[in-house]
Structures are given as C-alpha cells and as structure tokens.
C-alpha cells in the first residue's frame, strides 16, 4: 500500500543511521520511517513488512509504500530499474544478452529465476558444443 504520510510530524529528537531517520523519543528508537507507516496502519508493522522509499531518498518520509514482505520489496525495486533501463516496469532481463525485452518474447521459468530469449540460449548451446567439439580433437 501506498501511504501519503507529509501529515504525520513525529515528536522527540532525529538522527541518521545508516542513511535512515532514526527517531528517539522517551528512551525509544526507532527508525522514522517504521513509525510513520505504523501510524498510518494504526497498529506495529507485521513482522515481515517492509517500508520502502519510493523516491528512493531514504530520509523522505512524506511517501512510503509498506511492502508485505521482502519478496514483494525486491519485486518494487525490479520493476524500479526495469522502468529506469528499458521504459518498460515489467519487462525482464535475459541473463546472457543482459539486455531487457518484453517477458512474451522471454522464455521465463517456474521459479522466475532464469529468464532468458530462445535464441541467446541457443546460441549459447551452440557454443557449449563447439568448445566441446573443440576440446576432443
Ligand atoms: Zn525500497
Ligand atoms: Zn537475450
């Protein structure tokens, strides 16, 4: 979820650790960030959520978006530098050519770890059996 969080002013005293707003107040620390999502949610952050920074300016608190999980903040930051690369947030890279396509022209495994067009994988086979080849001689 997205949060528009500029409403929230935080009490206590502000400091910087590892590029975050680290908040103090009464004694207590925490990351500015984490509070401000959690007061948005009116509840504590479920313990596998992430707060990501969509501009990607850590110390801007005025947009947040709480990510569910881990996978799903890898999956933002993907799509991010896809976006970024190719103008496309969904499109893919194929690891041997490294250059990004359309995920119809991309052969994509179950497990979404190996992406890769049908030719650059073939031509990659072709060469495989060439060294070979080359090898036994
Ligand atoms: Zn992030
Ligand atoms: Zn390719």
């Not at 002013?9 to 400091?15: A, E, H, I, Q, W």
């Not at 707003?21 to 504590?44: C, D, M, P, W, Y």
């Amino acid at each position: 979820m997205t949060a528009s969080t500029g409403k929230y002013r935080l009490r206590g005293t502000g400091s910087i650790r590892f590029g975050y707003l680290l908040h103090t107040n009464k004694g207590i620390q925490k990351f500015a960030h984490v509070l401000i999502a959690e007061r948005v949610l009116e509840k504590s952050l479920p313990p596998k959520a992430v707060v990501h920074h969509p501009d990607e300016n850590r110390l801007n608190n005025n947009n947040l978006v709480i990510c569910q999980d881990a996978a799903y903040h890898r999956m933002i930051h993907r799509r991010m530098v896809a976006f970024k690369v190719s103008g496309h947030a969904n499109w893919r890279k194929c690891w041997i050519c490294k250059t990004y396509d359309n995920p119809d022209r991309l052969y994509i495994s179950p497990n979404g770890m190996n992406i890769h067009h049908k030719l650059c994988n073939d031509a990659r086979k072709e060469r495989r059996n060439h060294e070979r080849s080359n090898e036994s001689v």
